[in-house]
């Protein structure tokens, strides 16, 4: 019989992950006996035996998951356990009892190492006593920390007088205290000594290591300074109180050490690697979900550093502080539908019914269309998409004979200057701010403005018409009138003793409150000023009102706004960035980084951002380039590629997602892939997302936004394309507006590029892109002897 108090039984990531490697049937023994030892852990049948002390309040146990499985676990209190480990076969018990389990100086968190398997698979030569650099062979230690009694001047000594034939441990430009100081865990440092080259460390590495430890590793073999390993790896770790090593019942209770605080999760997902972001999350990530905030706060982060991620959970823990009820108290927004479609579908993941039902989860659009729809005195006309508005300019220009500005400009002024700054005069718009849009005169804004008039008359018909830009503008006024309202209505309130009046209620219909408690934002940088005047007046300014979550450097629609000035401030400790990926592979991410190496990118507010200390500690393949005398040759060549990846490798084809320059080019694509000799199913990714069939998704750039696939190309990354050309018109006459462009167009190829988990490849008919990097060309292979079968098609079967 249970003692009364429910036993507890929680998983550490590293159990999580050896789950994961396991079969399925490891999963139903953990899910099953979990099941057992929470109903009653005096049960004989768990077999439920002490192996020894941890020193401390820890006590170890192994356990008999099944007939051949057997675990781990750590009791810290009574009626607690900690499942630490798993192992399957006839030497699991010696393999679990020879763990080394120690709580992490840095992170606090419970960790273990096997020492014995990673000294077997890993260490393969005689321990040095005297470390000693050999050129190319240990790691430089970086120069801003260099220091006369650095490890690595020791090494320069020795290598005088050291034989030349022993190699040098790799990590010897560092102390033991330093390694530990930055996160790794102290038992591995014998095995880690003993390490000289790369493949030995990703060999070390494949090994189920704990979290911090990897990150640190990677990190500093990739040459990051150990300060900026501090400062962007261990810091978000470091658990905010000082660690006692032999406090077990503290170690196993923080969030590092479990991987999920939630009974039912834990069973339900147990080892599922594909949803690993609902069970674990990073410490920096918990953080910012579960933190409390003044009023507002923002997260930025390259792609894939579960920026999503966090704004899901962080949707999640917001619901459960409320008050239960029928209402939905909490908004979660993004740009587009389909974002908002995918989103809804992983809160659901994440929460169940009973989470989804207590969140408007919508677009913004859909937001600012509904809110217009539903006021008494709007007419709204039917929305035009962009590329209707720009035709529409087109139709002004051509009426007026106004051909000095083109029809891209007249928009984009229309959107980001004269609606953004509710300029609803002409007056208005010849004092608005054009901050990084250049120099336009007084009589050149007088022009503008009468063609701005020209396309309202356009808008009004019939048949009436409008855009989502002006949609929104509307939408914000209502809002911002309501909120107004609102604030009349309590200061009212507060005149008159706090009495609700009924005939002020009665007079305005009812009594206003905000239409949210919290607004959650994600793809932020893509919002227009418009949009977050709208959202600002949805929610009334106190604690946790906006949490929002985006990355200039993946802007490719709207312009940058700065939150301060439209009411939403986020100082200090409200303002964070994510830099681990969790998505693409090192490889990737280092050619995607060179796309925006170099622009200056702003953090949504008016400061600047930038991906330092931006990382994945994931391997893989190194891009692949192919180049094509022509776009017909280019996109066979893609088409044998995708052929050979589904056929040979087994990828499901909509796993596999080819980027095109334009929609002209979906078309020819999806053409090319179906007929003779590929017969490859395609479908275009359209405004909802992709489809649910298995097909090859093609789609121009704009629509890979907050997507990923298992193997990503990139077609038609040509010059001329990528930028389009027609940007060279504003060269000279515009460089403002050129540069500008340039950017968009380095964001909208890093966005794509970035959406790939395992493989890119990168093809282009011509001159390859100015965007790619120097060695692309060189390195890329003919599609030509791809098609003749001249060349082996590729090399992709690791990913
Ligand atoms: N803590 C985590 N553990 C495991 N996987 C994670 C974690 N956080 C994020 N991921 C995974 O990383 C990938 C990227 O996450 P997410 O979409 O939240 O990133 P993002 O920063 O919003 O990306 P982008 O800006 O490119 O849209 C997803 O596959 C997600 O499941």
Redesign the pocket.
């Known amino acids: 019989m249970s003692h009364g108090v429910r036993t507890q039984v929680a998983v550490t990531p590293q159990a999580n992950e050896d789950i994961r490697r396991l079969d399925a049937a490891t999963k139903n023994a953990v899910g099953d006996f979990v099941r057992r030892l929470r109903a009653d852990r005096s049960n004989l049948a768990l077999r439920l035996n002490l192996l020894r002390e941890a020193g401390g309040n820890g006590r170890l146990f192994l356990a008999a998951l099944d007939g051949s499985r057997m675990g781990l676990l750590l009791e810290t209190e009574e009626n607690r356990f900690s499942l630490l480990a798993v192992r399957v076969g006839p030497s699991a018990r010696e393999e679990l009892a020879r763990l080394t389990v120690e709580i992490n100086a840095v992170s606090g968190g419970v960790e273990l190492v096997d020492q014995s398997e990673v000294s077997a698979h890993v260490v393969a030569m005689p321990v040095r006593p005297e470390p000693g650099p050999e050129p190319g062979t240990a790691l430089e230690r970086p120069s801003a920390t260099e220091t006369p009694s650095a490890p690595s001047d020791v090494g320069a000594a020795a290598s005088t007088t050291a034989p030349a034939a022993l190699p040098v441990p790799l990590f010897a430009p560092y102390e033991d205290e330093e390694l530990v100081g930055l996160g790794v865990i102290a038992s591995l440092l014998p095995a880690l000594r003993r390490i000289t080259d790369s493949r030995q460390l990703s060999t070390l590495l494949s090994h189920n290591l704990p979290g911090l430890t990897r990150e640190v590793l990677l990190a500093l073999h990739d040459g990051m300074e150990p300060s900026e390993v501090r400062r962007f790896i261990t810091a978000p770790w470091r658990a905010d109180e000082e660690i006692d090593p032999r406090d077990w019942a503290r170690a196993a209770r923080r969030p590092v050490s479990q991987v999920s605080t939630e009974d039912a999760a834990v069973l339900d997902a147990l080892g599922d690697g594909?949803?690993?972001?609902?069970?674990?999350?990073?410490p920096e990530?918990h953080r910012l979900a579960t933190a409390s905030f003044k009023g507002s706060a923002k997260v930025t982060?390259?792609?894939?550093?579960?920026?999503?991620?966090?704004?899901?959970h962080r949707v999640r823990h917001l619901v459960a502080q409320l008050p239960p009820g029928q209402t939905r108290p909490v908004l979660l927004t993004t740009y587009n539908t389909n974002l908002a479609a995918d989103l809804k579908e992983?809160l659901h993941r994440l929460g169940g019914d009973a989470l989804v039902r207590r969140v408007d989860v919508k677009s913004v659009d859909q937001l600012a269309r509904e809110v217009v729809e539903q006021h008494p005195s709007s007419v709204l006309g039917t929305p035009m998409g962009d590329e209707e508005a720009v035709a529409l300019w087109h139709r002004v220009c051509a009426e007026t004979g106004v051909f000095d500005f083109d029809a891209d400009f007249l928009d984009s002024e229309f959107k980001h200057v004269i609606l953004a700054q509710g300029c609803g005069t002409e007056r208005l718009y010849l004092r608005a701010e054009r901050r990084g849009r250049g120099v336009l005169q007084r009589a050149g804004r007088k022009q503008v403005w009468e063609l701005v008039a020209k396309y309202r008359t356009f808008l009004d018909g019939p048949p009436r018409r409008t855009t989502y830009a002006l949609i929104a503008d509307e939408a914000a006024r209502i809002e911002e009138h309501r909120m107004a309202k609102a604030a009349e209505q309590a200061r009212y309130k507060e005149e008159h003793g706090g009495l609700d009046l009924i005939h002020r209620e009665a007079g305005s219909g009812m009594w206003l409150k905000p239409r949210y408690h919290h607004i959650v934002v994600?793809?932020a940088q893509d919002l227009s000023a418009s949009h977050w005047r709208m959202l600002r007046a949805m929610v009334a300014p106190g604690p946790n009102d906006i949490f929002l979550?985006?990355?200039a450097h993946?802007r490719i629609y709207s312009h940058q706004v700065v939150l301060g000035r439209l009411g939403i401030s986020t100082p200090g400790r409200a303002s964070r960035r994510?830099t681990?990926?969790?998505?693409t592979t090192r490889e990737i991410l280092g050619s995607a980084h060179g796309l925006v190496h170099g622009e200056s990118f702003d953090d949504l507010d008016d400061g600047a951002d930038t991906l330092d200390g931006y990382r994945s500690v994931l391997t893989g393949l190194a891009p692949q380039y192919w180049r094509a005398p022509d776009w017909e040759t280019e996109m066979r060549a893609v088409a044998t590629l995708l052929k050979e990846r589904h056929e040979r490798y087994g990828t499901p084809y909509s796993a596999m997602a080819v980027s095109v320059p334009d929609k002209a080019a979906v078309t020819q694509l999806a053409y090319t892939l179906a007929c003779e000799p590929f017969l490859i199913p395609a479908s275009e990714i359209g405004r909802e997302g992709p489809r649910d069939t298995d097909t090859v998704r093609i789609g121009t750039m704009h629509r890979f936004?907050?997507?990923?696939f298992q193997r990503v190309f990139l077609a038609g990354v040509s010059e001329g394309l990528i930028p389009h050309q027609r940007i060279e018109a504003f060269r000279l006459s515009n460089p403002d507006r050129y540069r500008q462009e340039e950017q968009r167009a380095r964001s909208l190829l890093f966005?794509a590029a970035?959406?790939a988990?395992d493989e890119l490849v990168v093809s282009w008919h011509g001159r390859s892109s100015r965007y790619l990097p120097r060695h692309a060309d060189h390195d890329a292979g003919r599609a030509t002897s791809l098609l003749t079968g001249d060349s082996p098609p590729s090399d992709s079967n690791a990913a």
Request: glycine share 14%; aromatic share 10%.
């Open positions: 594909f949803d690993a972001w609902r069970l674990f999350l990073h990530q982060g390259g792609p894939g550093t579960g920026k999503t991620v966090v704004a899901l992983r994600d793809e979550v985006g990355d993946q994510l681990l990926n969790y998505r936004k907050g997507l990923e966005v970035t959406r988990r």
